[in-house]
């Protein structure tokens, strides 16, 4: 069935209403399609969806036997096998915990010697797989999703960037709080490479997710806010908890509108 429906912003009490729904959603999508390709974001905010998806499948509910998976980004210039590299993360918090095939789950290579060919190579990769069914996204304290930092192009291919300060503080607490540990560099999925997902289901955490929140669901479209442009979407949804919530003017109307939601239509 085809289902244009543009944005839909889910308000849930706290993170783990909201890892049960997409957590459900990604099953549900599996056990249709077994080969489904995922599209795995990496930082703290899709850890209770991954843990909800490790009890599914613990519980032989869900199988990723047959599913493959893209990652978002990956740092430049972190040793291989450091552990907050986004290989060794993915690894840690959702590949290796559940049945995915060997080599099953790719990540942009940081560590290639010619960056650009690299990029190619992923987007190509993600083609020849089909394209990604369902794209888990988080996003940044100004706007970024992967690492597309704002005024990045809404066109933008996989390549290399440079993280902003903001950013590289942010991302400190996973450094001992070290920001000088933080590269500068990264591959990161391009905004046109992401919109090309068939699904995109961004999540925010928090009070310090409320402003970006806001902008990418209220604000209009504008490279400044790369979030804003799940808005260009057939299929974007934004799961929320009430304090990432807080400074949506339309809340009620949200939540309105996914109270009285068909049930066919899933997420
Ligand atoms: C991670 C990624 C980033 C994060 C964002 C939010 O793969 O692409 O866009 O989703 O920086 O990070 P957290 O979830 O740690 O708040």
Redesign the pocket.
Known sequence: MTRVRFMEVVIVADAAAGAEIVGGAIARLIAARPDTVLGL??????LPVYDDLVRRCDAGEVSFAQAKGF???EYVGLPQGHPES?RAVLDREIVGRVDFAPDAVLTPDGWAPDPAAACAAYDRAIADAGGIDLQI????TDG????NEPTSSLASPTRIKTLTEQ?RV??ARFFDDDIAQVPHHVL?QGIGTILRARHLVLLAWGSN?AEAVAATVEGPVTSMVPSSALHLHPHATVVVDEPAAQQLRLSDYYRHVYDNKPQWQGL
């Open positions: 974001a990496t930082g703290s905010t899709p990652a978002l980004d986004y996204l988080g996003v940044g970024h999703i992967g690492f950013t942010d991302n990161t997710k």
